[in-house]
């Protein structure tokens, strides 16, 4: 036989000599305290007068209270990033340099502008002189050449749309290939350098799609100055036949002093925007590179953010947490917190909350979305936690003080927000007493309703009624078998 079968018959045989002992024992037992024999013995204790701390735990993670978030004030291409993540800048440092390539295109743009405005002024003084055949003629000449302007702009541009179709074309069959690629490195066919290869081609691709986009925008922009120059031209043209034909019909030249007004706005504008040309982002704060979001050879985009400065001392952590709304009635602005984490050793740290937001929110609690509160926690040491940690924080929402308790194992929910507890009458028989719950900890809850010289039933079960007569045993555990203050009135709040 084996050695495990052998133990196992030991066990059962331990068991069963143990039950007829205790057969014998309760069979021979008198009823001299007036228990019958068979009535099923229960463990009770006193309730005990003890401090109950009530605590919210929550996960959570470090974050920086302020950041500055570099945006570009020039729409041009990234000519060199100076900084990385981890670097440490001062007010003035240098961050990044731009192509300046763009000015020269500003430049042609302002160029264009000027002679729009040339032409609208010279059709304002064609309003003051006689009528000639000569000057409709010139002015037909001028929508010929404005025509012709705006022919040549609209196959620039069909020229450049079709350049950018062939580039997106291509940047979708090269992401193709190195989806493929990918693939084939994950299941090692390939080396990395060819997968790496592969996704440099979509790059240098998408760079070309953004200058070909960047060149179309350029060629459009003077699209409208053709379109007016056509316009004024065909302005000054009817302007000359209307004073031939009717010359008291159209004041001419209040037209033409809008044309004027018009061009001389636009180049105001372009004015602006060569003047607002930076060559280089600075830094305006002092901190740590945190973020770098662009690369040199990106073009900057209004709106983009370009990397991200933040002051990384202690003082400027915080630790958000997410409690779920049906724990977060206890929370308030003052209330002791401790932290902890894996990433912090067995370190812990005291800390407080320090703002507790004032709306509820849906937030993703791992597979499901829960309504939380979100609370803020100060830290005034964190010597070994950082910014991105997960921590979790054991928030005090409440200490009571001397206050009367009982173990949480002995109440009884009885539906609602009834709730009570067995107690062990002089005569042995269960009665049942409604109970107001307070303040819990790990293992005691807050009763209100009870007497402090009660037995409580630690273990209430199923089977149990009121009327029950039960043979009463001392509790085992150190939950008091003496009562706390022994007294005749129940415990209040």
């Known amino acids: 036989m084996s050695k495990k ?36 013995p229960v463990h009770w204790s006193y309730p005990s007068m003890q401090t109950i701390t009530s605590r919210v735990s929550a996960r959570g993670n470090v974050e920086l209270r302020d950041r500055t978030i570099v945006f570009p004030v020039t729409s041009a291409q990234i000519l060199e990033v100076h900084v990385k993540v981890g670097d440490t800048v001062s ?95 994950e299941n090692g066919v390939i080396a990395r350098v060819e997968r790496d290869n592969a996704s440099d081609a979509v790059r240098r691709l998408e760079d070309q799609l953004a200058i070909a986009v960047l060149q179309r925008d350029s060629v459009a922009s003077g699209l409208p100055m053709a379109e007016e120059a ?35 706005l636009n180049i105001a504008l372009i004015e602006r925007n060569i003047a607002d040309f930076e060559h280089e982002e600075r830094a305006t704060v002092s901190g740590t590179v945190i973020n770098v979001l662009v690369e040199a050879g990106e073009f900057s985009i209004s709106g983009r953010p370009l990397l991200e400065i933040a002051d990384v001392s202690n003082e400027n952590l915080v630790v958000i947490v997410h409690v779920p709304e049906n724990e977060a009635g206890g929370l308030d602005v003052g209330q002791e917190v401790e932290i902890s984490s894996g990433a912090i050793g067995g370190h ?14 849906p937030r993703q609690m791992g597979n499901t979305i829960e309504t939380v509160v979100t609370a803020e926690i100060a830290v005034a040491e964190t010597s070994r936690i950082r910014a991105g940690n997960t921590v ?17 194992m002995s109440t009884v929910s009885a539906g609602g927000d009834e709730t009570f507890v067995f107690v062990i009458t002089d005569e042995s028989v269960l009665e049942r007493v409604d109970v107001q719950l307070g303040e819990f900890s790990a293992m005691y809850i807050e009763a209100i309703g009870i007497f402090e010289n009660s037995r409580i039933v630690n273990n209430p079960t199923t089977l149990m009624y009121e009327g029950m007569i039960v043979r009463p045993l001392p509790s ?13 009135t129940p415990h209040q709040p």
């Open 5 to 40: 079968k052998i133990a196992i018959i030991s066990v059962i045989a331990v068991v069963l000599i143990g039950f007829v002992i205790f057969n014998v024992i309760m069979t021979g037992q008198e009823e001299t305290d007036g228990v019958p024999r068979g009535a099923t």
């Open 91 to 185: 007010v003035g440092d240098l961050l990044i340099t731009y192509d300046a390539d763009i000015l020269e295109t500003l430049d042609d743009q302002l160029a264009e502008a000027r002679l729009a405005l040339r032409s609208a002024e010279l059709g304002l003084a064609a309003t003051r002189i006689g009528p000639a055949e000569a000057e409709i003629h010139a002015a037909e000449n001028q929508i010929e050449q404005a025509r012709a302007g705006i022919i040549n702009i609209e196959a620039q541009l069909g020229q450049i749309d079709l350049q950018i179709a062939q580039l997106a074309d291509g940047i979708e069959t090269a992401g193709d290939t190195l989806a493929d690629m990918q693939v084939l490195y």
């Open 230 to 264: 056509e316009r004024l031209a065909q302005t000054q043209r009817d302007a000359v036949i209307n004073r031939v034909t009717r010359p008291e019909a159209v004041n001419q030249a209040y037209l033409q002093q809008v044309a004027i007004e018009r061009a001389q």
């Open 348 to 361: 812990r740290y005291a800390g407080y909350i320090d703002l507790i937001h004032p709306l509820a929110a």
């Open 392 to 408: 979790d924080a054991d928030i005090v929402t409440g200490v009571i003080e001397d206050t009367l308790v009982v173990p949480l």
């Open 476 to 488: 085992i555990t150190p939950a008091s078998t003496t009562p706390a203050t022994p007294t005749s």
